[in-house]
């Protein structure tokens, strides 16, 4: 497990990411009823942009970097999330600022390092609240024994964000794709993706499409062409059971991130389907 997440946090993938999430966990919360969120791949929960890794790399300074002054509407919840954090919030924190008293965070991160900061964070640490809980535990078997959700919850959002530094992610993630929804269908699914080849995308939105689940949407967002196999030329979010308005809402998002963050290069735009009926 070489990845660390420190060195992206807050590029555009994760304001991608982010930007989606905060909108999913709103539309869900219109319903009183409890939630049960269920993270994971957490990472280490927050990030300083300006130390260590994160100003090393400095991706940040073309992601979060570029939204937190006057923030376009679409975008205004999720930054304001992420200034009332203070640091960047990774996955967990965005998801634990907005928990209601009958909600529920289980984090799963499989890094020593990184789950170990995002205990002293969040179970039992300074940012704690008693509906969070962290484990060191491995996220495709977690999609099998964390579902259905517990203590009687009957809604679930689950975000799947694996690092795709193994060859087979994408296939990996077909698969917990699968097992999470058997476990729980009617449960919220987000898994993000990176866009770096097109050939990997297109195929993994075919095994989807082919998968027998229903209901599945695509949010994708390109910086320039993909092809370059070795750059981050763009990402998306596949939602199975997006909850109602969710392709409406993600139009303005993408377009306001690639308003900000848009380069100018040949290739860059923004794209929401539907790629499984209901
Ligand atoms: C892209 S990062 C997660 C970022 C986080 N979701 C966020 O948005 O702030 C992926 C994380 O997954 C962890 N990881 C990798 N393989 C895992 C596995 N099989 N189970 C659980 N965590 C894993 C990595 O250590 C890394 O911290």
Known sequence: MNYRHAFHAG???DCMKHALLVWLLRALQRKPAGLFVLDTHAGAGRYDLSAGPAE??????AGIGRL?????????????LVRDCGLYPGSPMLIEAMLRPQD????CELHPEDHATLRATMAGGETSVPQTSVHRRDAWE?????????????????????PYEATDEFSSLAAGLARGHARFPTGVFAAWYPIKHRAPVRAFRVAMRDSGLRDIVTAELWLREPLDAARLNGCGLLVVNPPFGFMAAAEPILAALLARLGTGEAGQGF???RIADE
Do not use: H, K
């Not at 529920?104 to 984090?107: A, E, H, K, N, V």
């Not at 099998?144 to 959002?157: D, T």
């Open 11 to 13: 590029n555009f993938g």
């Open 56 to 61: 090393r790399t400095g991706e940040w300074r």
């Open 142 to 162: 977690a999609l099998g024994g964390l579902l259905p959700p517990p203590g009687g919850l009957r809604r679930a959002l689950v975000l799947i964000d694996p």
């Open 104 to 107: 529920r965070l289980t984090c």
């Open 271 to 273: 794209a929401v389907e």
């Open 68 to 80: 937190l002054d006057e923030p376009p509407a679409a975008l205004a919840d999720y930054v304001s």
